[in-house]
Nanobody, 123 residues
């Protein structure tokens, strides 16, 4: 099985950028779809972006389209989330997840979850 580990969170001003990374140990990394989800205080966890094992298919939440970019490097067993033009409402704990289904936007597609990394956007 694969175990995701997130990094790259932190404090950033609104309008700024941040890149999250998710390394995954174990398993055949390229077999897994990878997704980013987030959970803000007092809110439910929500889908942010997903990418297929090959990297060809990508999906984004409407709230981040045009601002966030998901990518992966299978040789490095890492998936990235480039976040630009950050807004206060992007503040959340961001989770990386791995799954072997094709419904990139559905949390039920993902079996393995990281511990999360905090992103705080100051207004």
């Amino acid at each position: 099985q694969v175990q995701p580990v997130e990094s790259g969170g932190g404090l950033v001003q609104a309008g700024g950028s941040l890149r999250l990374s998710c390394g995954a140990s174990g398993g055949t990394f390229s077999r897994y779809a990878m997704g980013w989800f987030r959970q803000a205080p007092g809110k439910e966890r929500e889908f942010v972006a997903g990418i297929s094992g090959s990297g060809v298919l990508k999906n984004y939440a409407d709230s981040v389209k045009g601002r966030f970019t998901i990518s992966r490097d299978n040789d490095k067993r890492t998936v990235y989330l480039q976040m630009n033009t950050l807004k206060f409402e992007d503040t959340a704990v961001y989770y990386c997840a791995a799954g072997d289904g094709i419904a990139l936007h559905q949390s039920s597609n993902y079996r393995y979850w990281g511990q999360g990394t905090q992103v705080i956007v100051s207004s």
